[in-house]
């Protein structure tokens, strides 16, 4: 005889008004990132105060996302290390960016909040549908750096979107596509 572990759904404890409002929340923050980047001598604690704001608004509550992941988180992270090393090795176009430890803070700071953002909130709340899940948040992650990095970057971040997103969906982790997305970030710093 064989006993079967019961699975426990979950209810969401989301309320019908958070999605929009974090979401609205979440890309008002990133898109007056440029903004934010004016600001002079207040610039750095004025983003790393916007980047929590954004993880702590990502972190809320998501629906369940209880699917087997097809692949091993660490599987999923080799496969977007790779990606990055390859990108890398290939001298990807360059885009401005500060040097030094602050901005090898609000690089690493940014990559996490973004993934809580685009990979935990975002996707979460698409997880039912992974083929929207993946398109959505690769969109949206590609049209928020627009404004800083100008159009040109929105294939590359496309791009990148789409294999942060696949992350998400291979390993069931936003914390596969995070720690990816800051290892890329500091190769950037670093060149």
Not at 1 to 12: F, H, K, Q, S
């Amino acid at each position: 005889m064989t006993v079967r572990a019961a699975t426990i759904e979950r209810a969401p404890l989301v309320r019908p008004y958070e999605t929009p409002l974090v979401a609205a929340a979440g890309l008002a923050i990133l898109l007056g990132r440029s903004t934010l980047l004016a600001a002079g001598p207040l610039r750095a604690p004025t983003l790393i105060a916007a980047y929590l704001l954004l993880g702590v608004l990502s972190l809320g509550p998501i629906l369940a996302d209880e699917r087997r992941a097809p692949t091993s988180p660490a599987m999923a992270l080799a496969v977007g290390l790779g990606a990055v090393a390859v990108v890398a090795w290939a001298r990807a176009p360059a885009v401005p960016h500060a040097t030094g430890a602050v901005a090898l803070t609000l690089t690493i700071l940014a990559a996490v909040a973004e993934e809580a953002f685009f990979r935990r909130f975002l996707y979460g709340r698409l997880a039912a549908w992974p083929v929207a899940a993946i398109m959505v948040s690769s969109l949206l992650f590609a049209a928020i750096h627009i404004p800083v990095y100008g159009p040109p970057a929105f294939w590359l971040d496309f791009g990148a979107g789409l294999l942060l997103s696949w992350q998400r969906w291979a390993s069931g982790s936003w914390g596969v596509p995070a720690a990816t997305h800051s290892v890329a970030n500091i190769l950037v710093v670093l060149r």
